[in-house]
């Protein structure tokens, strides 16, 4: 029940009406008798700035960001922690000090997800990420670490992709990283043993196939960071090939479950979160 005291936490993006962080955090904020609840606010981007002030000063507890905020809300942040300025955006908010901390929470959802449970082992592989916003920053980041030997990123924003390759140079990794043009999209993502969407296109049915079904083998990894819905076309074409295929519910659930764990201090009820997640 929602009282005069009761912590407000929410998610900033827009679109984020089909956003289901609020069924998971609500479910652990009820399983853990914490007084608090979480919403989905849509904001224009000349809002960010109001929104992050009242996260500053206490008003909303906290605060996930997801498309197309995460790397803009960073000009508002007062201190990027260490995870944050690696990955170059920012996807989790909350006030230390009466400062404003920018957290990034995704690439441990990314890593934990495909890494761990789903087996993938980067070190010496080939990897082809289609978009180069916020979220492909943290997929990028944690696939370098993890020895990748050569990742190709295309984005129909040129700017973007070259921000975005400038970013992982930075910090040296042994990854060779190339940008591609529409025409290479179809030949590299043929020869690369991981092909990771990290855009938003797959959550309309009418949206388009980013990549021709011929490419994929039994051999793949394809990772769709959509999850609504749970099988987009791009999955579904790369099932028909025998690929192995995974959307972005688990990644979200791990996110979601560390970013609840910075808020509020506690280990986070994951099953219960991944549970809500898949029954929402």
């Known amino acids: 029940m929602i009282k005069g005291d009761t912590k407000v936490y929410s998610v900033i993006g827009n679109p984020v009406k089909h956003s289901k962080s609020p069924n998971m955090h609500n479910a652990a904020f009820k399983a853990l008798g914490i007084n608090g609840c979480y919403v989905a606010l849509e904001p224009a981007h000349s809002d960010l700035d109001k929104i992050c002030s009242l996260i500053r000063t206490g008003v909303i507890s906290g605060s996930n960001v997801t498309i197309p905020f995460k790397e803009s809300v960073v000009e508002f942040v007062d201190i990027l922690t260490e995870e944050a300025s690696k990955i170059g955006s920012v996807n989790t908010l909350y006030s230390k000090d009466g400062k404003l901390v920018g957290h990034n929470t995704d690439g441990l959802g990314f890593e934990k997800s495909l890494f761990t449970d789903f087996g993938f082992e980067p070190d010496g592989k080939k990897a082809v990420v289609l978009g180069a916003g916020g979220a492909s920053k943290a997929v990028t980041a944690k696939l370098c670490q993890a020895g990748l030997e050569s990742l190709h990123i295309f984005d129909i924003d040129k700017d973007r992709a070259r ?17 591609l043009n529409p025409e290479q999209v179809d030949s590299f993502s043929e020869n690369s043993d991981l092909i990771v969407n990290c855009t ?64 509020e201090g506690v280990e986070p009820p994951y099953e219960i979160m991944k549970r809500e997640l898949a029954n929402g």
């Open 163 to 179: 921000e975005l390759k400038g970013h992982i140079e930075k910090f040296a990794y042994n990854a060779s990283v190339e940008l």
């Open 200 to 263: 938003p296109i797959g959550m309309s049915e009418d949206d388009p196939l980013l990549v021709s079904k011929d490419v994929f083998s039994q051999n793949q990894y394809i990772y769709d960071l959509v999850y609504t819905p749970a099988l987009t076309k791009l999955l579904r074409a790369a099932q028909e090939s025998g690929a192995k295929t995974l959307n972005g519910m688990d990644m979200l659930a791990y996110q979601g479950a560390e970013s609840f764990s910075v808020w």
